[in-house]
Every structure is written in structure tokens, then in C-alpha cells.
């Protein structure tokens, strides 16, 4: 059989792997990972083991299509040539900037491929590019590092700064840090670099502090932060109602942050006083920002909604991807397995937009579980390597410009069968009943025929 032929029957019955497959012939080729590991490491050199070939063996564990690194390295053992102990050496000295320019080089080809699905894709809010950031912990690790075995807690690898397009549903930017017990707020003047003129960054409370909320407004850009109560912040004027939103009543007033330096701030402060009380007990939300007041208040409150996208991303890589390996104790190399499992996102974020251009009639197209495409990823993705080789994939995909990527793809996307990969939210659970002491077991069976009596 061609290669052509079983390209083809791989599309028609796993298109969403077959997608991935040539997405990474497209954008994460084993010449282009080498390239920016020689651009970004400033320590670590290449050797024996190139970085390609790490990433190639973590991308499985990632997907789930392996359930461990050792696993991988046995199933491309022969083909590497070196020994396990070489790898785990490698992923010992990888450094964070390693980590974070896979995340942005890639992200920046990906968007590129979006842009040419849906070049008509208008902003969520007219006028300025969405950007929600938030912190990512990596959860504590296995005992394996010798400095770690005599300690009762948890190992913790690191954390990051996620940067979200909700737009494109790309996650565009990862700021490592191998501290795990490090304040997010220590990294935000890594932050202010990102700033550019006309974004709108949402944010939690976390993220409220006097330099990041004066630096993104010297950048021409705007926020919407939920207010941290150790912000100085100036009233100014009385406070006026505006109305309802979804979740309770809006009022708005006028306000100052000062800098210390004489230098204040004009914000407008959004109080959400909610009908429902958060879960942290919280029965009202105060929110800043330096938007123009031709963006009403229920607006403002609805943009800040828009930072559970995030929240939703990270539950999905922690339930569809294997991002926080266990195994990998050294952070740099615990931070490149998360690394990759963000570009795995934004690889499955590009597939959603090709089957939404591809199925334009079907409702539930705007309704896809990165859940399911990951799974139907990891089911196909063994048969693949059996029946391809790299080599091939490359061949088809590889020198393919962006245009010519989101053609491939939309072509493969015609065979996805929506119903596969839909979401099926369950509704609220019942709360349970009380339950009798009945000692420590209990014979189903037993309880099932007094059901019937």
C-alpha cells in the first residue's frame, strides 16, 4: 500500500491523529526542536542524544501513549542507540529558557496555521488582543533525587506562568520557574516584557500589584484584575449603580493607584456583588480596570468570566495529558514535560478550529472535548509508528506553508464524525444519603434481592 493510501485510510479513521501527525511533520520536526534547543541553551550541549529525540520519547508519555518514559525508551531503544541513563542526563541539565522557547516558537507556527483556517475569526472584544494568564503548580514528584529521599513532603518541580489566547484557544507563552514555593508575583517583571500596546490581560487577584497594573498601562495596554486587598487604591467620587449582570448587581466608582512615587493610576472599580456566594465565601467581587468607559461595567464583568477559560485548560491537560510526570524530580526536566504537553494542547487547539471550518453546518462543532481527540491520539498513534515511518510524514507535511497546512487539514477534518469527540457535561450531583453503619463490607448481591422483596 502507498503512502498516499495509508495516509488517507489513517484520515478516514482517525483524522484527529492523523492531524496531530502532520502537524508536527509541519511544525515540530526534528530540525526545528534541534534548532531551538541550539538557540535557547546556553549551558547544555547537544552530544549524542539530541533534543528531538528527548522530546520525541516525552511526547509519548505526554500523550499517554506510553506509560512512562522507561516504557518509551524501550520501544526506540534500538533506533537511539544510547543507553536509558542518557536520556535521564539529558533531561537533567535541560534549561528553563529550553522549555519556554518550544512553547513560543511553536505557538507562533500554530497561530499561523489558525489564522489561515479561519483568516475571518473576529476578536472576542473588538479592538484589543485577549491575553489570560494565570499560574501553573506541577505537583509534587517521586522520592528519586537523592536530596529528596530523607524529606516527609512532597518534592515540588517547579511551576510557570501560562499566557492564554482565548481567542485561538492557544496557550502562547510558558515563564518556568524551578522554584516550587516561589510567589507567582516574583515572575511578573518577566511578565511586563510580554506587554504590548492594545492587549487586555485578565487576571486573578494574584496578579494585582501596583508595578504590573502602572507597567501595563505605560505599555498602552489594559486590564481587567480582580483586586487584591494589599493594592493601595483611592476611591474617588461616590459609587453608582449599573445594572445587573448574570451573576448579581454591578456598581462602579472611581479610582486611584498610587505608585509611591507621586505617580497615581486612574482605574475604574467594578463591584460584582454576587447572588451566590463563591466557593471561598466570597459574596462579592471587585474588579479593576483602565478600559474606556465606552466598555460598560456588565461588559467588564463578563471579560473576567473569561478567565475560567484558563482554569478549563489546565483541568484538561491534567485529565486528557500526562503533563506533570512524577518521575522527572530535576525541574528543568519536569517543566519540559509540561512544556510539551502545551504544545500537545495547541496541536488539539488547531485541530478543533480545522473540524469547525470543515463541519460549518454542524451545531456541536463549537462543543469538542480535547478529552476525546487526545484519546483517539493515544489509541492511534502505535499503529502509525508500525505502519509509517518519519520519514514519510515528513515528505508529505514538512515543507508545507501555513495555507498549504490548513488546506491538508481541512481535507482530513471532513472524515471526523462530530459525535466522537462532543462534550457530555453531567449535571449537578444529588447529594448522597446517609448512610447506615453496616461493619466493613456488605454483600451487593444480598442488598439487591431485598430490593426486590
Not at 69 to 87: D, N, P
Request: charged share 25%; net charge positive; hydrophobic share 40%.
Amino acid at each position: 500500500m502507498s503512502l498516499e493510501s495509508l495516509i488517507d485510510r489513517f484520515a478516514q479513521q482517525a483524522p484527529v491523529a492523523t492531524m496531530v501527525r502532520g502537524l508536527m511533520a509541519n511544525i515540530l520536526s526534528a530540525q526545528e526542536l534541534d534548532a531551538i534547543f541550539r538557540d535557547a541553551a546556553t549551558r547544555q550541549y547537544e552530544g549524542d542524544l539530541l533534543f528531538s529525540s528527548v522530546v520525541e520519547l516525552l511526547s509519548l508519555v505526554v500523550t499517554k501513549t506510553q506509560k512512562s518514559l522507561h516504557a518509551a525508551y524501550q520501544t526506540h531503544r534500538q533506533e537511539l542507540g544510547i543507553s536509558v541513563r542518557a536520556i535521564y542526563d539529558k533531561l537533567q541539565g535541560i534549561e528553563l529558557p529550553v522549555a519556554r522557547m518550544l512553547v513560543r516558537r511553536t505557538a507562533e507556527r500554530m497561530r499561523q496555521v489558525g489564522v489561515a483556517l479561519e483568516p475571518d475569526r473576529q476578536p472576542l472584544v473588538p479592538g484589543y488582543e485577549l491575553r489570560i494568564v494565570d499560574g501553573s503548580h506541577l505537583a509534587s514528584t517521586e522520592h528519586r533525587i537523592q536530596e529528596t529521599r530523607r524529606v516527609q513532603g512532597g518534592p515540588l518541580p517547579g511551576q510557570a506562568l501560562v499566557i492564554l489566547d482565548p481567542s485561538r484557544g492557544l496557550i502562547l507563552d510558558m515563564l518556568p520557574c524551578a522554584d516550587g514555593h516561589a510567589q507567582e508575583r516574583s515572575l511578573l517583571v518577566e511578565l511586563a516584557d510580554e506587554l504590548r500596546p492594545n492587549q487586555l490581560w485578565i487576571a486573578d487577584r494574584n496578579f494585582c500589584t501596583v508595578m504590573f497594573l502602572h507597567e501595563i498601562a505605560v505599555s498602552q495596554a489594559f486590564f481587567v484584575i480582580r483586586h487584591h486587598a494589599n493594592l493601595p487604591l483611592t476611591p474617588q467620587g461616590p459609587e453608582r449603580a449599573c445594572g445587573r449582570c448574570e451573576t448579581g448587581e454591578l456598581f462602579e466608582q472611581a479610582g486611584l493607584v498610587p505608585d509611591g512615587d507621586g505617580n497615581d493610576l486612574p482605574v475604574r472599580i467594578i463591584r460584582l456583588r454576587l447572588d451566590k456566594k463563591t466557593e471561598d465565601g466570597d459574596g462579592e467581587l471587585t474588579l479593576l480596570t483602565n478600559l474606556p468607559k465606552t466598555v460598560k461595567a456588565e461588559a467588564v464583568a463578563q471579560e473576567y468570566r473569561r478567565r475560567w477559560t484558563i482554569e478549563a485548560a489546565f483541568g484538561e491537560l491534567t485529565l486528557s495529558l500526562r503533563g506533570e510526570i512524577n518521575t522527572l524530580g530535576y525541574p528543568g526536566a519536569a517543566l519540559l514535560g509540561y512544556a510539551i504537553a502545551l504544545v500537545t494542547y495547541n496541536l488539539l487547539s488547531v485541530c478543533k478550529a480545522a473540524i469547525r471550518v470543515a463541519h460549518p453546518a454542524d451545531e456541536g462543532r463549537h462543543n469538542l472535548s480535547v478529552y476525546y481527540l487526545a484519546d483517539e491520539v493515544t489509541g492511534a498513534w502505535r499503529g502509525m509508528e508500525i505502519a509509517t515511518d518519519e520519514r514519510q510524514w515528513n515528505d508529505r507535511f514538512a515543507a508545507l506553508t501555513p495555507s498549504q497546512m490548513a488546506h491538508e487539514l481541512r481535507r482530513i477534518a471532513v472524515h471526523a464524525q462530530l459525535r466522537r469527540y462532543r462534550k457530555h457535561p453531567r449535571g449537578p450531583k444529588n447529594k448522597p444519603p446517609p448512610r447506615r453503619n453496616t461493619g466493613p463490607h456488605v454483600a451487593t448481591a444480598r442488598l439487591i434481592e431485598k430490593r426486590k422483596k
